[in-house]
């Protein structure tokens, strides 16, 4: 059990050291809100799906198909659970804020810190199902958790359809259910590509919490609420609900360790695009990505021990 905590957490330290690069570039002016925003449209719309379609480009087997059955149920399964849950939470919160903060408590990071955090510390051969992960997150955020941000009214099938994440999961299936491969020299160039998103996705959220205010960040008290429901309540809801029908191992402590993952980085995105509280959405972000270096190693231990019970 040490062993296996000491490696989660020595991933989970590479990865915050690499966001220290881009804190202190942030802190020091070097790398500006243009620069991250750029950085992050080269993530979502070329280094995903290139990463997506080099995740699928593995014999199809029965125990890979079943895999990816088996990820796509357990997925689909606890979104509609998070979903629901996101219905309920911070009833007495007014409404300007309270479906930021549902948002914030349910959908974490699965892109930017999940898709980094599997490949350290599981291998390459769990970025499949961690894949299906981002691709079922891709679907309900653009569904109900912009809903819930702002109304029903943001709720747009065709962004949903372009989105990048979706186009590279389609195209992941495509090779993965036909064993067709891309060329070589493409297939080189994805694979390049695909393997920039840890140290650049690390980068941008270190600069992107460089801009935060600390200060205002530690002294609000209701963002520590959102970061316990976050952190701690959805990976053990996902436990909880997963175990008893015995998913594959590596599916279940893949499902888990997204579950823990900090509040995605959508939140503010959103916020910011539906004017509403962008500055409260950046907070939440960077207090649970920070608070995430003590919860997530216990949240993989755990997850890999009772996945072996």
Not at 251 to 280: E, H, K, N, W
Request: glycine share 10%; aromatic share 8%.
């Amino acid at each position: 059990m040490l062993d296996a905590f000491l490696v989660v957490g020595g991933s989970v330290l590479t990865l915050f050291l690499l966001m220290s690069v881009g804190f202190l570039f942030g802190r020091l002016g070097l790398l500006s809100g243009e620069a991250l925003s750029q950085m992050s449209r080269l993530l979502l719309y070329v280094v995903a799906p290139c990463i997506m379609l080099t995740s699928f480009e593995v014999e199809r087997t029965p125990r890979t198909q079943g895999q990816l059955l088996a990820a796509l149920a357990a997925m689909a399964g606890v979104y509609v659970l998070y979903m629901a849950l996101s219905q309920v939470l911070f009833p007495r919160e007014g409404e300007a804020h309270r479906g930021i903060l549902r948002f914030a408590a349910v959908y974490g990071n699965a892109g930017f810190m999940g898709l980094p955090l599997i490949q350290s510390a599981l291998g390459d051969e769990a970025m499949m199902i961690a894949v299906v992960g981002l691709a079922v997150f891709n679907i309900v955020t653009w569904t109900q958790g912009r809903a819930l941000i702002g109304g029903r009214s943001e709720l747009s099938l065709k962004k949903l359809a372009l989105n990048p994440g979706i186009l590279g999961f389609v195209g992941g299936l495509l090779l993965f259910f036909t064993g067709w491969r891309l060329p070589g020299p493409v297939d080189a160039a994805v694979g390049y590509l695909g393997s920039m998103n840890t140290p650049l996705a690390m980068v941008v959220i270190g600069g992107q919490m460089a801009q935060a205010d600390l200060r205002q960040v530690f002294s609000t008290r209701k963002l520590y609420l959102v970061s316990a429901v976050k952190l701690l309540g959805v990976p053990l809801l996902t436990a909880a609900a997963l175990l008893p029908f015995r998913p594959d191992p590596m599916v279940y402590v893949a499902a888990v360790i997204l579950a823990g993952c900090p509040t995605a980085g959508a939140t503010s995105l959103f916020a910011q695009s539906m004017d509403r509280d962008a500055a409260l959405a950046a907070q939440q972000v960077t207090l649970s990505t920070l608070l995430c270096i003590a919860t997530l190693p216990v949240t993989a231990v755990a997850a890999q021990l009772l996945a072996a019970a």
